[in-house]
């Protein structure tokens, strides 16, 4: 068990990415917060911990109010005593010219993706530093790497969580909290069924990207939360403010587009 005796908050962890990474975390023997906006998904994968045998406190949230955020790290440490592992995975998607965005909607997207970051890393690290140290891992995207068509404030938000990572692995180095940022590409959750659509439609738009993917293959949530796993424990010591690629060949390529096998 690599996480035996810690204690891991995980948002967004009602669905996709975060509810795999929360299960992972859990089998590893952590215990997990199980924190979302959505507090009825959260209870469902607090219950499905549970129900493994292992400790999952699910929490209502949304990241991108203080008030929130600060309630949600007083219940974790009042529940738990300490906080070791952070996992900023919470997100939303905003497909949309900037001719057509509101200035609510931007904010939405920074406040949500970003200052929810920026919040819970506030909040959470005293307690990381009276426990000795800590891991921080931050969800990216292939879109912190490179412009996605269509998704300008999207993009922005995950280009700004790339160099937030970074600025805090130094200045959170000496406390002996690592800070890392997940990348991943193409992956099967509800967001990405949003993004393409749903029925036909949605399956030859993925079809389509899916041509320019190396490995060929759509990402499952699992294989992120694994590559998760790895970056929150002890696996990755000595590794901080690395953008690590989960995107089966994605971004390896200035050109790609074989059919599919
Ligand atoms: N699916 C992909 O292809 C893909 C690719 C790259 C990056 N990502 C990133 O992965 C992360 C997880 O996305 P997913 O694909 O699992 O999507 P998802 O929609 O399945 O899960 C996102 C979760 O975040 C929660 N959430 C949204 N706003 C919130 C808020 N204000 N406070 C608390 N919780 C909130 C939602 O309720 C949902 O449960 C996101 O940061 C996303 O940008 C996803």
């Known amino acids: 068990m690599k996480l035996t005796g810690k204690v891991a908050i995980v948002t967004g962890a009602a669905s996709g990415i975060g509810r795999a990474s929360a299960v992972a975390f859990a089998r590893e023997g952590a215990k997990v917060v199980v924190a979302d906006l ?47 592992i952070l996992f900023n995975n919470a997100g939303v998607l905003l497909v949309k010219p900037v001719e057509q965005m509101t200035e609510a909607e931007w904010d939405r997207v920074m406040g ?38 269509g998704t300008p404030a999207y993009s922005a938000s995950k280009g700004a969580i790339a160099l937030l990572t970074k600025s805090l692995a130094l200045d959170l180095g000496r406390d002996k909290i690592r800070v890392n940022c997940i990348c991943p590409g193409i992956t099967d959750t509800p967001m990405l069924r949003e993004h393409l659509g749903h029925g036909a439609e949605g399956e030859a738009r993925i079809k389509a990207r899916l041509s320019r993917v190396p490995l060929g293959e759509i990402l499952r949530p699992e294989d992120v939360a694994r590559a998760a796993l790895y970056l929150v424990s002890d696996d990755s010591a000595g590794i901080t403010g690395v953008l690590h690629v989960v995107d089966a060949g994605l971004t390896a390529a200035a050109e790609f587009d074989e059919p599919l096998k």
């Not at 507090?39 to 203080?66: H, K, M, Q, Y």
């Not at 990381?128 to 879109?143: E, H, K, P, Q, V």
């Open 38 to 84: 959505s507090n009825s998904g959260a209870e469902e994968t607090a219950r499905f911990i549970c129900s493994e045998g292992a400790e999952a406190l699910p929490i209502e949230v949304d990241v991108s109010s203080e008030a929130d955020v600060r309630r949600m790290v007083e219940e974790t440490a009042a529940r738990w005593g300490r906080i070791d």
């Open 112 to 149: 949500v993706n970003v200052k929810g970051s920026f919040l819970a890393v506030k909040h959470v690290v005293p307690h990381m530093r009276r426990g000795g140290g800590g891991t921080i891992l931050n969800t990216g995207s292939i879109a912190s790497l490179s412009g996605q068509v």
